[in-house]
């Protein structure tokens, strides 16, 4: 069955420094990927999404993502975290068939100290 | 354009009650999608409607919930009767017909308190 393992749950990041959220699924073929992330009372927001090409994706706000097919992993990052950035963020893998369907990993909080 | 709406924002119900949670999708937009989170833990698929059409159920979790969309507009989510596990945050989604899951849009999220 199709999964998404986020194996971080919280994350306490310097502001300014570096951020890399892991992300891997498991899925047969070539999957449509999705980073989203919500900040509290707002809904979730798509940072960037991956369905062929280059493996390197940019997304809103200094985001990236690079996918690895041989590590079935889609590590979301930012080279410098800001204060407004401490949120939850979500990885998530399009089901198969492309129905619209999503299936989510539990998500990572993000702090970032002053 | 405006984005999605869900109300309420906030319920909180006793154990037994009914609770009807709605959806305004982005108009035009064919697709409505309902996930939850319960108890943070990962987000679920609920189910998809294309219109009015149900087009994907599998992940309503039993006969207590009943979603139902009104001439392929704004849905609706009743919970009857409502049970303690049914605490969570439940998410609506809309994209336009032909662009699933290309073009997402979610709502706020109503936060579901049963007491």
């Known amino acids: 069955a199709q999964s998404v393992t986020q194996p971080d749950i919280h994350i306490t990041v310097s502001e300014g420094a570096s951020l890399e959220l892991r992300c891997n699924y498991s899925y047969g073929a070539t999957p449509y990927l999705f980073w989203y992330v919500q900040s509290p009372g707002q809904g979730l927001q798509l940072l960037l999404k991956?369905?062929?090409?280059?493996?390197l994706v940019q997304g809103i706000k200094g985001f990236e993502a690079e996918f690895k097919r041989s590590q079935s992993s889609f590590n979301l990052r930012k080279p410098s975290v800001h204060w407004s950035d401490a949120a939850e963020y979500f990885c998530?893998?399009?089901?198969?068939?492309?129905?619209?369907?999503?299936?989510f990993g539990q998500g990572t909080t993000l702090q970032v100290k002053p | 354009e405006a984005g999605v709406t869900q109300f309420p924002s906030h319920s909180v119900i006793e154990k037994g009650q009914t609770v009807t949670l709605r959806c305004d999708p982005i108009?035009?937009?064919?697709?409505l999608y309902w996930y939850r989170r319960v108890m943070g833990k990962e987000i679920k698929f609920l189910l998809h409607f294309v219109k009015e059409s149900k087009q994907d159920e599998s992940g309503m979790p039993n006969n207590r919930f009943l979603a139902e969309r009104t001439g392929g507009t704004y849905s609706t989510l009743k919970v009857q009767p409502a049970e303690l596990e049914d605490s969570g945050v439940y998410f609506c989604?809309?994209?336009?017909?032909?662009?699933?899951?290309?073009?997402?849009?979610f709502g706020s999220g109503t936060r579901l308190t049963v007491v």
């Open positions: 108009s035009g937009h064919d697709n």
């Open positions: 989604a809309s994209s336009q017909a032909g662009r699933a899951p290309y073009g997402y849009t």
């Open positions: 991956y369905f062929s090409g280059d493996t």
């Open positions: 998530a893998v399009g089901a198969q068939g492309n129905t619209g369907k999503l299936i």
